[in-house]
T-cell receptor, first 114, second 112 residues
Framework: DTGVSQNPRHKITKRGQNVTFRCDPI?????LYWYRQTLGQGPEFLTY????????KSRLLSDRFSAERPKGSFSTLEIQRTEQGDSAMYLC????????????FGPGTRLLVL | QQQVKQSPQSLIVQKGGISIINCAYE??????FPWYQQFPGKGPALLIA?????SEKKEGRFTISFNKSAKQFSLHIMDSQPGDSATYFC???????????FGDGTTLTVKP
């Protein structure tokens, strides 16, 4: 399977704990995006990378959130001191930075903060 | 400020009917307009996309109609099938900016 993969698929944690999610994009894609999706809503942009450079961060991304893409391949999204409001589906997408700009999404990581 | 507004929120169509979902955008810098299909527990999957230099694009049973002056675009699903039952999202992006802005989704139910 050469699609976007995300791990873990599900995460249950207690409020105040730290969590880390991983995204492996399609191998030739140089852009990688993180979105958050809550029930009944469309995905909301969090941040994106072109190669290893983080080019944009949404104002939704508080200081408790950090994302990295150290070698321009996989990416991690860490949430520190989780809050119940962080419960959501975290989606990763990747694309090739040409005029097609088609983003391919992974299956997501569903986070539940108790 | 919601930059992409989608309607209706939910839609029920009989098998064989036409499903129509509408979106409106505000930012004239948007230059790429994809539609995604999402099944429960899955990530969104690209269905079809259009750029503002054309007014219509058709792929199989799916057609996008685009009205640049009105800043509106719509998805038409012809001969709707029960397997089309899913949530559909419109989105808009600026190629240089990278990120996509999504509508809130339309839950489509196709009755047999």
């Amino acid at each position: 399977d050469t699609g976007v993969s995300q791990n873990p698929r599900h995460k249950i944690t207690k409020r105040g704990q730290n969590v880390t999610f991983r995204c492996d994009p399609i191998s030739e894609h140089n852009r990688l995006y993180w979105y958050r999706q809550t029930l009944g809503q469309g995905p909301e942009f969090l941040t994106y990378f072109q190669n290893e450079a983080q080019l944009e961060k949404s104002r939704l991304l508080s200081d408790r959130f950090s994302a990295e893409r150290p070698k321009g391949s996989f990416s991690t999204l860490e949430i520190q001191r989780t809050e119940q409001g962080d419960s959501a589906m975290y989606l990763c997408a990747s694309s090739f930075s040409d005029t097609r700009e088609t983003q391919y999404f992974g299956p997501g990581t569903r986070l539940l903060v108790l | 400020q919601q930059q992409v507004k989608q309607s209706p929120q939910s839609l029920i169509v009989q098998k064989g009917g036409i499903s129509i979902i509408n979106c409106a955008y505000e930012n004239t810098a948007f230059d790429y307009f994809p539609w995604y299909q999402q099944f429960p527990g899955k990530g969104p999957a690209l269905l079809i996309a259009i750029r503002p230099d054309v007014s219509e694009k058709k792929e199989g049973r799916f057609t996008i109609s685009f009205n640049k002056s009105a800043k509106q675009f719509s998805l038409h699903i012809m001969d709707s099938q029960p397997g089309d039952s899913a949530t559909y999202f419109c989105a808009a992006s600026n190629t240089n900016a990278g990120k996509s802005t999504f509508g809130d989704g339309t839950t489509l139910t196709v009755k047999p």
